[in-house]
């Protein structure tokens, strides 16, 4: 079962590289783990209107939508995690006066993946 699971992440993720890519974004890490909880993906964007920050983005992938919306297994306990490893980041890597926010990932389908990014999908509390 846990097999099975890691190799939908992976899939997911290895779409959501993609996308990413392909919409400007500089994979900067993946799967970041730090202080107990892991980012799936760490990028930086650079936007003409507000320049450049970090994403710290979590990719949640499903075959089909009946079990809920994939976003809605980022619980506040989740939240919390992501908080927490990307601060670790920030820290290690001396960019804690960087702009960043947290995005959320949905993939869903087989045959045909959909994909909807949540920009700042929840704020650092």
């Not at 699971?5 to 919409?23: N, V």
């Amino acid at each position: 079962m846990e097999d099975r699971r890691k190799r939908a992440g992976d899939y997911g993720e290895t779409a959501a590289d993609g996308y990413l890519a392909a919409k400007g974004y500089e994979i900067l890490a993946r799967k970041y783990k730090a202080y107990g909880g892991e980012i799936d993906i760490v990028a930086r964007y650079v936007d003409a209107r507000y320049g450049e920050y970090i994403v710290f983005v979590e990719v949640k992938y499903r075959k089909s939508l009946a079990y809920g919306r994939p976003a809605d297994a980022v619980s506040q306990n989740k939240q919390r995690a992501l908080i927490k490893a990307a601060r670790g980041y920030l820290a290690r890597f001396g960019r804690g006066d960087e702009y960043c926010r947290f995005d959320v990932l949905e993939i869903f389908g087989k045959e045909q993946l959909h994909i909807n990014h949540i920009e700042n999908a929840f704020e650092e509390k």
